[in-house]
């Protein structure tokens, strides 16, 4: 369980949460949504300290975040880590090694397993994102999507219980998406808590149990995909998902013979003879 309480982040004087508590349940998958800007990355990080936070509080597990600097509580830090896991939305993939080596760095250098134990389980995890015939390709010789699922592999390396991911889809094509789906819906499965941020309305619609929209900091509303998607409760979501435009076009106009239907949308544009 992700227990996140009146949490408050400002940039410069400038606020980016604003008291926001919600909770993440094990095995629950999450979507983020709302403008860019909105807060989500920026939620996302504090989730695992990669981001101090002004006020507020985290609870993952019997660990606690507090607000500063989370240097100072190293340990602590470093224990919720282990159990939330983090996917980066450039992947930050280690250039100088292999799809096999990405996996077992941390295995072997954070968990002290030995070379045997990490390259087993660096094998299992590759096998287990489809790409067990790509264990010995460098960063540069994989696709966008192979390198997303080697960055996934990797997080899932140390055994975490919840795995955060920052716009997973943003550089695959409709195909990788659904591809990225089938996946995350397995460990989904596997009682894994996966929480994301998204611009990708049908990647949320298909994974998440729930959705969280974030405007200007705070969280405007939550529910079930179909609901936040479908019947919104608050006018700016509404405004987000482009339904107020949808509800506020003109119905369209039957265009007159030797005429498109062009100019229905914009009147000063007519058919060529």
Same mark, same amino acid.
């Given at each position: 369980m992700i227990e996140v309480k009146d949490l408050c982040k400002r940039y410069d004087g400038r606020t980016v949460l604003d008291g926001?508590? !919600?909770?993440?349940?094990?095995?629950?998958?999450?979507?983020?949504?709302g403008p860019s800007g909105s807060g989500k =990355? *920026?939620?996302?990080?504090? +989730?695992?300290?990669?981001?101090?936070?002004?006020?507020? =509080?985290?609870?993952?597990g019997d660990d606690v975040l507090a607000p500063g600097v989370q240097r100072a509580r190293g340990a602590q830090v470093s224990n919720i880590r282990r159990r939330v896991g983090?996917?980066?939305?450039?992947? /930050?993939?280690? !250039? /100088?090694? *292999? %799809?096999?080596?990405?996996?077992?760095? !941390?295995?072997?250098?954070?968990? #002290?397993?030995d070379a045997k134990a990490a390259t087993e389980l660096g094998r299992a995890l590759l096998e287990k994102v489809g790409l067990s015939h790509r264990e010995g390709a460098y960063p540069s010789e994989l696709s966008g999507g192979e390198q997303q699922r080697v960055a996934i592999a990797r997080? +899932?390396? $140390?055994?975490?219980?919840?795995?955060?991911?920052? @716009?997973?889809? =943003? %550089?695959?094509?409709? @195909?990788?998406? #659904?591809?990225?789906?089938?996946l995350l819906s397995r460990l989904r499965e596997d009682g894994l808590t996966l929480v994301?941020? *998204?611009?990708?309305?049908?990647?949320?619609?298909?994974? !998440? =149990?729930? $959705?969280?929209?974030? /405007? #200007?900091g705070r969280i405007l509303e939550e529910g079930p995909p179909a609901q936040v998607l479908e019947r919104p409760r608050h006018e700016r979501t509404r405004a987000f998902l482009g339904l107020e435009r949808a509800v506020r076009q003109e119905p369209a106009v039957e265009p007159e013979p030797g005429r498109t239907g062009v100019s229905a949308v914009f009147p000063a544009a007519t058919a060529r003879e």
């Open positions: 926001i508590s !919600a909770c993440f349940a094990p095995g629950e998958v999450v979507a983020l949504v =990355s *920026t939620l996302l990080r504090c +989730l695992n300290g990669l981001e101090p936070f002004d006020a507020g =509080s985290i609870r993952v983090f996917v980066f939305q450039q992947w /930050h993939l280690f !250039a /100088h090694r *292999t %799809a096999l080596g990405n996996v077992i760095e !941390a295995p072997r250098y954070v968990r #002290g397993l997080a +899932l390396a $140390m055994e975490p219980e919840a795995l955060l991911l920052d @716009e997973p889809t =943003s %550089a695959l094509d409709p @195909e990788r998406v #659904g591809e990225l789906v089938e994301a941020v *998204t611009h990708e309305m049908r990647f949320a619609r298909e994974l !998440a =149990s729930r $959705m969280l929209v974030l /405007h #200007g």
